[in-house]
């Protein structure tokens, strides 16, 4: 598979369609700012030069007398307009009639006029209104020339910016297309391999820890797995062999039924150990997929050890070891879970336990709000390094110890998953001769 899809889907082609549309935005807006701050600016002019040449016409009527003479005014009103000469000026009477009209007599195509009331002084001589012709063309050339530049350098400059940006945003993203490469390299490669870290920008650096955390995680549970499978195949062979062992024998055998039957009943008691692992394995999977404890209340959680301790008797007195409870405690707890729990723990304290001494059962409320149920046994230590195993499914320390074949190490595993069915955990400590293993319950 190529790291290749069309430019609209990918990251830089959002980001290029962004920009393109932000640059061609902005200096759009800043070219129509420019182009009606100009127009503004020439309109303002125009209106100077209305007002200067009022002034000068009032001025001309006000000031001169010697208008009263024939032909005076207009020869005066014609020089003044020399210097004005895209100005057209007519003058009307009440009326409307026109009275004076400059040269060139002709309008212009493009243009602007203003009027204005004459001072009384020129109504002698029946000039009442005056208006100023502005040919505004050239202005208008001016402005249509510049609105196309100025469209021009919006597109051109939107252009050159899209262009720059596409290549600051190739470059930029060239980490996370690595990333990507290397991703997708490791989708086919082995689950060991790692993202490298080195030369990865900050922003990435989070992503790029918590997918290897994720790998590492992986990597641990895909391990777990195996072991768990060889695990299986390996407790399942021995009694299975037995059994075959078994029946091979009897079958050969010109035994009588008393054979058979020690052979049946021998074989029985290997079917029972296969039953026993399946059915633990069974239990495991149902808490793994969330199964939770059925709580019901329980009045005295003392009560339910003793009743559990009772069903020890035999194996205590076996090994003159004394069982003490310590504490009490009621709540919403699932008994049955309980009292399987505490059996695996009794019956390992038992085990473990130095000839003659005493096993506790502690009952304590914890700090956290959360009841703790331990059973604490005198013995042979456990080594600080086994101490975080003996949870994991399968683990026996002591695999050469007598019955160390009926044990298969799926005890502790079922203490620590009915923990978590009561939402809480397992915890194990072994110090200067102690081991005390149990369960932290939420209530
Ligand atoms: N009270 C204890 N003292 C010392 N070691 C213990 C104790 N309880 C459990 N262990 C160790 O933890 C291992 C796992 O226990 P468990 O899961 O019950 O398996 P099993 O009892 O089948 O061996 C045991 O094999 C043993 O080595
Ligand atoms: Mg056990």
């Known amino acids: 598979m190529k790291l290749s899809m069309p430019i609209s889907q990918t990251l830089s082609g959002r980001l290029i369609r962004w920009l393109a549309s ?21 309109e303002a002019q125009q209106n100077l030069r209305f007002e200067k040449l009022t002034t000068a016409i009032l001025h001309l009527f006000e000031e001169t007398p ?28 009440e009326n409307g009639e026109v009275r004076f009209s400059s040269q060139p007599g002709v309008s212009p195509a493009r243009a602007r006029s203003y009027s204005f009331a004459l001072p009384a002084e020129a109504q002698k ?195 003159s070891l004394q069982c003490l409870i310590e504490g009490d405690a009621s709540g919403q707890f699932d008994a049955a879970l309980l009292r399987r729990a505490l059996s695996n723990l009794l019956n390992n304290a038992a085990r473990h336990a130095d000839c003659g001494s005493a096993i506790v059962i502690r009952i304590k409320p914890e700090a956290t709000g959360q009841l703790g149920l331990s059973v604490i046994n005198r013995g042979e230590p456990i080594p600080s390094a086994t101490l975080p195993h003996i949870f994991d499914r399968f683990f026996r320390a002591d695999i050469s110890r007598p019955h160390g074949h009926q044990n298969h190490g799926l005890g502790l595993a079922i203490v620590s998953a009915i923990a978590r069915m009561h939402d809480g955990g397992a915890f194990a400590r072994s110090a200067h001769g102690e081991t005390e293993i149990g369960i932290r319950l939420s209530r």
């Open 22 to 42: 932000l640059s061609l935005f902005v200096l759009g807006c800043l070219c129509f700012g420019v182009f009606f701050l100009i127009k503004a600016n020439l």
């Open 66 to 93: 010697g208008h009263l003479q024939v032909g005076a005014l207009e020869h005066d009103l014609e020089d003044l307009l020399k210097v004005n000469r895209d100005i057209h000026l007519r003058l009307l009477d």
């Open 125 to 319: 001589t029946s000039h009442a209104i005056a208006e100023l012709t502005l040919d505004t063309g050239p202005d208008k050339v001016i402005l249509d020339r510049l609105a196309a530049i100025l469209w021009g350098a919006a597109l051109i400059g939107s252009a050159a910016i899209t262009l720059g940006g596409y290549l600051i945003v190739y470059f930029g993203l060239a980490p996370i297309r690595r990333l990507a490469e290397q991703t997708h390299n490791l989708a086919i490669l082995s689950l060991d391999k790692r993202l490298a870290t080195e030369g990865i920008p900050a922003e990435l650096q989070v992503l790029v820890d918590q997918f290897n955390d994720l790998l590492n995680r992986l990597e641990k549970a895909y391990q777990q797995l195996e072991a768990f499978n060889a695990d299986v195949a390996h407790e399942l062979r021995t009694p299975l062999a037995n059994i075959i062992a078994n029946s091979e024998l009897a079958l050969r055998s010109k035994n009588n039924d008393e054979g058979l039957r020690d052979c049946i009943a021998s074989n029985l008691e290997e079917m029972q150990r296969l039953s026993g692992i399946v059915n633990d394995m069974l239990f495991l999977s149902q808490v793994d997929r969330g199964a939770k404890a059925r709580r019901m209340p329980l009045q005295s959680l003392a009560k339910l050890c003793a009743e559990v301790a009772d069903y020890y008797e035999a194996v205590l007195i076996d090994s």
